[in-house]
């Protein structure tokens, strides 16, 4: 695994135009120095300076522009891969300055997924004057419960409409030129969020719109920055603001859809910045304790040190691992597969909580010095117990993975179902499902044919410059449980023969028999807590092979990889006595999900070649005073 470093990285895996581009980011902050990014941080300077950057390089315009919208200009496309090397690089020189890149990413999603000329013109010509957007969600009464909207539209004479109502939480809502605003028609009724025992037709659905609003208009009325920070995160009013078809994005079901494709593209940037962010985090501490001297002792000689460096230093391999082979899977979607979405649910989620826990467990290493004011730990920190909580990332992630669980888990010859035949209701508990995972082994080879049946193209390597133009059109979001998924044990038996993958593998084929023979009730498919339990054992699956798809292609270092699946066996056990511990648990289920606990395979010299890994990184990188 490499470390993102500011004065080897090359970007060579991109194009010219690309690399220079990506270069020109990182000497612009180098330039800057670390003096003045802490000193405007601390005095919540806006950063007008780099986005004056942004305009002279046109580095918004060239990374956001789609071909369709580029003019000709042979550079400007919507590149996931670059795209993420943008939000990593932002996200480590601070998260203020990825975040005004990820709102306008956000807020231009809706622009380029709508069939509006005129408003996808504006947006063009704006991004190459180097505006910035925004993305007008949330409010403070609703949160994303975009249901029940207080944005309301009256029609006009002109056919147009008045635009009243607030916004809250909006990033970059005081300098936005076009904020994609979601809102509803005042003569449309409001959908009942709570109600879900019918299916919502398209004349509910009929009243709800996107609109496009300038931050700089007579009728917008910025109220505050809502959070005491550089960035500017607003509330604001619009009064009697005109909306005319120019400015109106969706209608109906549309709206809808974009709403939630934009956050399954939009918010795939944060687990990148989060990767940023830990990067500076892992230098600014290693090259702190690695140098620091207790009681004759390097800090990093401390065994409860070793055991925190060594196991954050493979956490983020994992991070960035995933991520990288995400990536793939985004470039790759079409219609016919979906299966980004998970992926991407699980980028948000589960990359940005893996952030937070690295710098959870690092700030014990980097100690006091890690709050001093020279150092770029202290806002990093903020910023990556947040990114996991940002309308709520997490519950609505957790949420929507559920939703491919029984069609990643299972397939028609799968182990799960063959467990339910072989396994009696009435079998002792302890140590059947070892017992049943053996005997369904044996008779998968049968049904062999119908695995073949329910096979899935493999996905490419993807960095090749091209436009990922298939984001603005993925249709409806719906239909999510008949996305199909390719079998994942394979990709586990390949890397058998390292010792802690093959422990974790024991337990994702446990978890999945768990779910075979003590599948949820009727009443714990509403209990969100006991879900969520499942959903935490559940995620860590996919999880894992895409971070052993992508060790397969890069290569990684056996020892990496066995001290991070020594810390996915350590957490999916963790995860498991909390769903054995969960009150409306079963008590088949309290039983088996004691059997999804495992002992990592001990290695303490492989601890240590990690350790030595990570301790390179002392001194490797300064930032510039």
């Keep these: 695994m490499e470390i993102f470093n500011p004065t080897t990285q090359t970007f060579d895996e991109f194009d010219s135009a690309t690399q220079r581009i990506l270069r020109g980011t990182v000497d612009y902050f180098e330039g800057l120095g670390k003096a003045r990014l802490l000193a405007d941080n601390r005095d919540r300077v806006w950063y007008q300076d780099f986005l004056d950057f942004n305009r002279r390089e046109r580095v918004f315009a060239t990374f956001l522009t789609p071909e369709a919208m580029a003019d000709g200009d042979p550079d400007k496309r919507w590149d996931t891969a670059r795209n993420a090397r943008m939000s990593q690089i932002l996200g480590f020189y601070g998260m203020q300055y990825w975040y005004v890149w990820q709102v306008t990413v956000l807020g231009l999603m809706p622009i380029w997924q709508s069939t509006n000329p005129a408003a996808r013109k504006r947006a063009a010509a704006s991004l190459e004057h180097g505006d910035i957007f925004a993305f007008g969600l949330s409010e403070q009464a609703h949160g994303a419960d975009v249901y029940s909207t207080d944005m309301l539209l009256d029609p006009a004479d002109d056919g147009g409409f008045v635009a009243n109502g607030g916004k809250y939480y909006i990033g970059n809502g005081n300098a936005a030129r076009m904020v994609s605003v979601f809102g ?27 609109f496009a609003a300038d ?25 009697d603001y005109p909306v005319d078809a120019d400015d109106v994005l969706h209608t109906g079901r549309a709206a809808f859809d974009a709403a939630m494709n934009t956050v399954n593209v939009g918010k795939f940037n944060l687990g990148f910045g989060a990767i940023g962010a830990c990067e500076n985090a892992m230098y600014e501490a290693l090259t702190h304790s690695d140098d620091r001297i207790l009681f004759g002792h390097r800090v990093t000689e401390f065994p409860q040190v070793k055991a925190l ?18 990536v793939d899977y985004m470039r790759s979607a079409d219609l016919d597969d979906r299966r980004y979405l998970l992926i991407s649910a699980i980028e948000k989620m589960s990359v940005t909580r893996t952030g937070m826990k690295i710098y959870e467990d690092i700030a014990d290493v980097i100690a006091a010095r890690g709050f001093e004011n020279d150092m770029m730990f202290p806002g990093g920190l903020t910023s990556m117990f947040g990114l996991p909580r940002l309308e709520g990332t997490v519950h609505v992630n957790m949420a929507l993975s559920l939703k491919f669980m029984p069609a990643y888990m299972f397939s028609p010859s799968d182990v799960g179902l063959l467990v339910l035949k072989h396994v009696p209701a009435a079998a002792p508990l302890t140590g059947v499902l ?9 008779v998968v080879p049968q049904l062999r044919a119908d695995a073949a049946m329910a096979a899935v193209r493999e996905v490419p390597v993807r960095r090749e ?16 449980g008949k996305i199909a998924f390719g079998d994942w044990r394979p990709v586990f038996d390949g890397f058998a023969h390292i010792p802690n993958v093959a422990v974790f593998t024991q337990q994702a084929l446990a978890f999945q028999t768990l779910l075979a023979a003590a599948e949820p009730t009727a009443a714990q498919r509403s209990d969100v807590d006991f879900l969520f339990s499942i959903g935490e054992l559940f995620t860590m699956i996919p999880y894992a092979q895409l971070v052993l798809e992508q060790a397969r292609i890069e290569g990684a270092d056996t020892d990496v990889l066995d001290h991070l699946f020594d810390v996915f066996v350590r957490e999916f056990s963790r995860h498991a006595v909390s769903l054995h511990t969960k009150p409306t648990a079963t008590t088949l289920q309290q039983t088996r999900a004691l059997d999804l ?15 030595h890994r990570a301790r390179g990184l002392a001194g490797a990188y300064t930032m510039k005073p």
């Excluded at 700089?216 to 995160?233: C, E, F, G, I, T």
Aim: neutral net charge; without cysteine.
């Design 215 to 239: 931050s700089q208009h007579a009728d917008y009325r910025l109220r505050k920055n809502v959070v005491d920070s550089q960035m500017y995160v607003a509330a604001f009013d619009l009064q």
């Design 434 to 442: 070892r017992r049943a995972g053996a005997l369904a082994a044996g």
């Design 465 to 480: 410059s091209a436009d990922d133009s298939f984001l603005f059109r993925q249709g409806p979001s719906s239909g999510l």
């Design 309 to 326: 460096v060594s196991d954050s230093y493979a956490r983020l391999a994992g991070m960035k691992m995933f991520s990288e082979r995400a």
């Design 184 to 210: 509803r028609r005042s003569d449309a009724p409001v959908i009942d969020s709570a109600d879900t025992t019918h299916r919502i037709t398209d004349d509910e659905y009929a009243g709800y719109m996107f």
């Design 597 to 611: 606990v495992r002992r990592p395979v001990p290695d303490l010299d492989r601890a240590d070649r990690v350790l």
